[in-house]
């Protein structure tokens, strides 16, 4: 009998061992506890100890992929979601947020719009701001919208060479290396990009990236979108924020290559869809605008069955918790984790749990509740391998993944290789 595998993560699900109160601990979720209860489990810093990831990073790492070795910055990732591809060497990649700010005096108001930006309203602006000039001619901006108020912004020059090394106009991010971090504690004004390194190739794209945020903010704010908005007492998309930014796609090999399985993925993201698109993984479409999340949650669950008929393996990435933990609430985040365990894991449990399928669950990141940012704690780790019993916790949370006998893995990209030598493949 063949064993296929379901991989779900649950974005941003944990709150950390030091948070008042654990979203996981408290929420009613039986079938993810269920699932959790035959498995062997631990705990997973999926980038790194200290590190505080994106999701971005994170995913790669989940997914096999030492970031460390392998991360290119998270805009190329984003193009490669939207469908857009780099010039080589001439043009650089950013992750891009529609954001409101004072014009006058580029304090940032609300990085997201108000969580509130239509995909249509997005895309209009964005043809207000695609194919900008730069440089005198020389140089040139690409702009375009996702989902939501998400971006992704491609800078270029015509005959000047381009480097991914610089910082971030979004003061919520830095970066250690080319690995973005989540600040817990930031500025909210506008910042101009600086040149990570002292070459040409990075001051030139990062005058560009600041020449498109200026030429940006003029074109915005009275947009007849804006105005709009406004006039129903919305906030404004009047400034695009930045980060990330990336040269080059990451050259990682395909990951049928070091797991000998087939990989199907089910992803509501541009940034997981370029990522799945990089590793050779075969992208399940799932329609996310427009549905409520109880409708999506259990479209999802019937994709993951649908797929493992065609796949040895499918990725599942749940958004959900990661919002309202941005947000700091608590009860609006427990309520997302127990939509999860209602809609997704209760319209599949006895499918999920049957003989022929192994089960990892886990989650790319925390976003503390008490925090409203991603932090760099541990997150919990279960992998249920068909016929054998594993560490019976009792719930699926820091506390009791935290005492299985995985104990703490340092890098998600270890997670692939445990799970298939639990199910004896690896």
């Known amino acids: 009998m063949t064993v296929k595998l379901a991989y779900i993560v649950l974005d941003g699900a944990p709150d950390g061992l030091n948070a008042p109160r654990r979203v996981l601990s408290e929420a009613y979720k039986p079938n993810i506890d269920r699932v959790a209860s035959d498995s062997y489990c631990g705990l997973v810093y999926t980038v ?39 010039k ?79 910082t971030n106009t979004d003061p919520a991010y830095g970066r250690k290396g080319l690995i973005s971090i989540a600040l817990e504690k930031f500025e909210p004004k506008l910042r101009k990009a600086e040149p990570m390194d ?26 007849p979108v804006n105005r709009e908005r406004e006039s129903r007492g919305l906030l404004p998309a009047n400034a695009i924020l930045s980060r990330d930014a990336g040269d080059r796609a990451p050259p990682v090999p395909p990951i049928t290559s070091f797991t000998g399985m087939r990989w199907g993925a089910i992803v509501e993201m541009p940034v997981e869809r370029g990522i799945a698109r990089a590793a050779g993984i075969g992208v399940i479409p799932v329609e996310v605008e427009g549905k409520d999340k ?6 999802e669950a019937e994709l993951l069955v649908k797929g493992l008929e065609d796949y040895d393996a499918v990725y599942v990435h749940l958004k959900g918790p990661d919002e309202p933990g ?16 209602e809609y997704f894991f209760g319209s599949i449990l006895d499918r999920l749990t049957g003989p022929e399928i192994a089960v990892i669950i886990t989650s790319d990141h925390s976003t503390p509740w008490y925090l409203k940012a991603h932090s760099d704690d541990p997150v919990p ?4 391998v068909p016929g054998k019993t594993g560490d019976r916790p009792v719930k699926f949370d820091e506390v009791e993944c935290g005492k299985g006998s995985l104990g703490v893995l340092d890098g998600g990209y270890r997670i692939i290789g445990t799970a298939l030598k639990l199910m004896e493949i690896g």
Do not use: C, Q, W
């Open 326 to 341: 941005h947000d700091g609430d608590f009860e609006a985040k427990k309520e997302s984790v127990e939509l999860i365990d």
């Open 88 to 166: 080589d060497g001439y043009e650089v990649a950013l992750r891009a947020n529609f954001a409101t700010i004072n014009p006058d005096t580029l304090e940032i108001i609300d990085r997201r719009v108000g969580r509130n930006l239509s995909s249509r309203e997005a895309h209009i602006l964005a043809e207000a701001v695609d194919n900008l000039e730069l440089d005198g001619g020389n140089g040139y901006a690409r702009f375009k919208a996702t989902i939501g108020h998400r971006g992704v912004l491609i800078v270029g020059h015509k005959t000047e060479r381009l480097s991914g090394r610089i």
């Open 198 to 223: 002292d070459t040409p190739e990075a001051r030139k794209a990062a005058e560009l990236v600041n020449e498109f945020t200026i030429k940006a903010i003029d074109i915005l704010r009275d947009h």
């Open 294 to 299: 109880k409708t999506l949650l259990r479209e």
């Open 381 to 384: 780790l279960s992998i249920r």
């Open 48 to 86: 790194g100890k200290g590190v505080a990831p994106e999701s971005d990073a994170a995913t790669m790492s989940l997914l096999g992929y030492n970031p460390e070795k392998y991360y290119t910055g998270r805009g190329p990732l984003e193009a490669l979601g939207a469908g857009l591809s780099l």
